[in-house]
């Protein structure tokens, strides 16, 4: 799963493409890559924002080490091992950080989130708007489901995904026992207030009673962030 940010690179894949009727690819494809793709390579830099390192060398192979665990304070490269890193519980939310916008200079965030319908209604059942942040909720295991302001709800499953753009009200909630989301966001969106009104939290996996979320802590992080709650 890859997300680009900006979407030139997407366009540059258009760009060098064909069009293809057949069922999957043409097999006996027997053409020089070189001489038909060459020419069209040739425009990624100028129009397209993507740049070959044609020197690159990949790191070391070494040992797993503390640092592995860490998301980093600042704009420096990581390797984040699975299933480590901080963890923070809202409420009955848990997000675990895979990538701040502290991380990508106020770019995106990447963060897993996690919760049962076994809790009842969390804080994210309460409609909020992002006015800059764009969402994409995509669901890794069981159910999520996004009620839009206005009436609309949506149960989306394992493996579907759910785009919600700026400025479009909506509230989650969580349709099976346990529910995995990973949340792409394009500023500081669910992710940075659970960190910011909930507390670190020390388990691997969310527990059977989650802790008792302070709601005006939740409302004053919303404020600070300018997303507007229902």
């Known amino acids: 799963m890859g997300l680009v940010a900006p979407g030139d690179w997407i366009d540059f894949f258009r760009h060098i493409g064909e069009t293809y009727n057949g ?3 043409p097999e006996f494809d027997n053409r020089d890559l070189k001489t038909h793709i060459i020419g069209r390579m040739m425009k990624a830099n100028k129009d397209y924002d993507v740049h070959f ?37 809202a409420g009955s ?5 895979f990538c701040t916008t502290a991380n990508s200079g106020g770019r995106f965030a990447i963060s897993s989130l996690e919760s049962s319908k076994d809790y009842g209604k969390t804080i994210l059942d309460r409609y909020m708007t992002f006015p800059k942040t764009d969402h994409c909720f995509v669901v890794m295991e069981g159910v999520l489901i996004v009620k839009m ?8 499953h394992d493996g579907e995904t759910a785009v919600l753009p700026a400025n479009h009200g909506f509230a989650l ?17 669910i992710e ?4 910011r009104a909930g507390e670190p939290y020390e388990g691997i996996i ?16 919303c404020k600070d962030l300018g997303v507007i709650l229902e």
């Open 53 to 89: 390192v044609h020197d690159y060398k990949p790191p070391e192979v070494g040992e797993w080490d503390d640092e592995d665990t860490k998301v980093p304070e600042g704009l420096t490269p990581y390797y984040l091992r699975w299933n480590t890193g901080p963890r923070w519980m």
């Open 206 to 221: 969310i527990p059977d009673s989650p802790p008792t979320l302070d709601a005006t802590k939740w409302e004053s992080v």
């Open 192 to 195: 940075a207030i659970i960190h």
């Open 23 to 25: 069922v999957v690819a």
């Open 173 to 189: 909630g969580f349709g099976s026992k346990y529910v995995r989301v990973n949340s792409f966001a394009s500023g500081d969106g």
């Open 149 to 156: 302001k206005g009436g609309e709800e949506h149960n989306v």
């Open 93 to 97: 939310v848990m997000s675990r950080p």
